[in-house]
């Protein structure tokens, strides 16, 4: 077994100096032009906001995510997590005031299926509210069939293991594209499925290979259904882009499902981090699931707004008659305090579409941007990592009180303008590019402002 985890670790190791190499090469190749002032993007570019069912709504039903709760002592308490259902009215005007044109939300279903071959009304009525309540404000929902979450009764047929997961899951998501495609909603099929994927195996509900290859058969299939219901749809499956390892990590997938995308979504946040990478290559190499460093924690992930450009290469580079749109980007922090490297929430927002304008300028078709997320909610088992343009503090407040962080300000601005003001220069400048997303950010590097 030692000589065996050596070998991985040699292994890795020896793809780390492969990446050193190719980055200490990249001297000989021309950076991205400068640019001398930015122009505003498109008067039809989609800016938006986004949240999900299960960490935002509360009053949750039995679903696979109420029981790993339940058998994790160490998650926090769901409670009524950020009380989406009762407040949804409030957070949608919140939405609007910032001049979006997009709210992303998730369609539960647990929520909808509460046993099978059975649907409760009063759920239904509450999405028809809550999409209404959108389109009465001036936006337009951007609705997300799968955010991690099945019902209790899918769980006890064995999840993804199950081989008619892929039968049940359709039924379901059939009758939410019947009765909402007339909204001309966006699409997200399945939200980051190889994320989704990690973590269902990882708590033993799932296996690796069947699942990935499920996933791709949902949302090829629901797909194909859109389609026939809503002519000229746009759907994609978004993936949580992995810097440094991006075409390992979700290329498979959408080796599967690339025919299948309207358009390609991305959520990006954190830049390269090469212990974290040593790591995942031993696990990739031994087929174990995908370890985190001990005592890393999210809010800790380097953050490096410039990679952005970079993920938005790829997908250009890769799908390049497809258009981009970036359905997740956010900055987390512990608990709503400032962060200790002094970077806001209004610096990373701003410094973030100054890239997306780059890449723009850059001839690299992004048709939109929804920042993660409109209020802080519950991330997977904590209430710890805040996200939100408004924080709410879950823990201390049982008047669940949405305070506005200094982004409001600014998004609202950059909304207005379609973008930061020609003269904007980031407040931090591109990092050492090993530590950006290597190797196309050392082999094809983008200039500094």
């Given at each position: ?67 790993y709760r339940a058998a994790n002592p160490g998650y926090d308490e769901l409670h009524d997590s950020v009380d989406f259902y009762d407040r949804y009215a409030s957070d949608i005007h919140l939405a609007a005031e910032l001049g979006v044109r997009v709210f992303r939300i998730g369609i539960e279903w647990a929520r909808l299926q509460p046993s099978p071959g059975a649907w409760d009304p009063a759920a ?326």
């Amino acid at each position: 077994m030692r000589s065996r985890l050596r070998r991985y670790i040699l292994a890795a190791l020896a793809a780390a100096a492969s990446t050193l190499l190719l980055c200490a090469q990249a001297p000989a190749a021309p950076p991205i032009r400068q640019v001398a002032g930015l122009s505003p993007l498109d008067p039809g570019f989609l800016w938006g906001v986004a949240a999900s069912g299960f960490q935002s709504e509360g009053h949750a039903p039995d679903s696979n995510w109420t029981r790993y709760r339940a058998a994790n002592p160490g998650y926090d308490e769901l409670h009524d997590s950020v009380d989406f259902y009762d407040r949804y009215a409030s957070d949608i005007h919140l939405a609007a005031e910032l001049g979006v044109r997009v709210f992303r939300i998730g369609i539960e279903w647990a929520r909808l299926q509460p046993s099978p071959g059975a649907w409760d009304p009063a759920a239904f009525r509450f999405y028809d509210a809550v999409i209404s309540s959108i389109e009465q404000a001036g936006m337009r929902p951007m609705i997300t069939l799968d955010h991690w979450v099945y019902p209790g009764w899918a769980v006890d047929r064995g999840g993804w293991r199950n081989p008619g997961m892929v039968d049940d899951w359709l039924v379901n998501m059939r009758k939410v594209v019947d009765r909402y495609a007339s909204h001309n909603p966006l699409w997200v099929t399945v939200n980051e499925p190889v994320a989704y994927i990690v973590h269902e195996a990882r708590a033993g509900a799932a296996d690796s290979a069947e699942m990935l290859d499920r996933v791709a058969q949902a949302h090829n299939t629901i797909y194909d259904h859109i389609h026939w219901i809503q002519p000229g749809a746009q759907v994609t499956s978004n993936v949580g882009y992995v810097a440094g390892s991006e075409s390992q990590v979700n290329g498979p997938l959408l080796d599967r499902i690339g025919d299948r995308l309207d358009f390609v979504g991305v959520d990006y946040y954190f830049a390269f981090d090469p212990a974290q990478s040593l790591l995942s290559s031993i696990a990739r190499a031994s087929g174990s699931a995908m370890p985190n460093m001990p005592g890393a924690q999210i809010w800790d992930l380097p953050v490096r707004t410039e990679g952005i450009y970079y993920a938005l290469q790829h997908y250009s580079r890769r799908f390049p008659n497809k258009p981009l749109y970036i359905v997740e980007n956010g900055m987390p922090t512990e608990n709503g305090r400032p962060r200790a490297d002094g970077y806001t929430r209004s610096d990373h927002l701003r410094d973030t579409v100054y890239w997306i304008q780059r890449a723009e300028a850059d001839g690299i078709n992004v048709i939109g941007y929804n920042y993660w997320s409109l209020t802080d909610n519950y991330e997977w088992g904590s209430y710890t990592p805040r996200f939100g343009l408004y924080t709410v503090d879950v823990r201390t407040d049982p008047t669940l009180t949405r305070r506005p962080t200094d982004a409001v300000g600014a998004y609202t601005r950059i909304v207005a303008e379609s973008g930061v003001p020609a003269d904007y220069r980031p407040t931090r400048g591109p990092a050492i590019c090993f530590f950006v997303d290597p190797p196309a950010s050392c082999l094809t590097p983008v200039a500094g402002p």
